[in-house]
């Protein structure tokens, strides 16, 4: 069995720190803003709509994507 992937930051270090990150996407720049997600995993989250063209014609699409840093949700949360 593979070994699981530490996380080399804390919780605090995360809140502290982590500032949104910059993403394009179809030419269009976003920000994913950092998160906790409810899961207790730590990372970012953008959510938002852009259009993209397919053979000269544009269609709106929605955009949902989180970024987890790995082994995140095994630190150990607030009071533990």
Do not use: H
């Amino acid at each position: 069995m593979a070994k699981k992937t530490s996380c080399p930051i804390t919780r605090d270090q995360f809140r502290s720190g982590a500032k949104a990150i910059s993403i394009s996407i179809a030419g269009s720049p976003m920000l994913a803003e950092p998160k906790e997600f409810s899961t207790g995993s730590l990372g970012w989250y953008l959510n938002g709509k852009t259009v993209v063209e397919i053979d000269g014609v544009a269609v709106s699409v929605q955009i949902g994507m989180n970024l987890t840093i790995v082994g995140s949700k095994e630190l150990a949360k607030d009071g533990e």
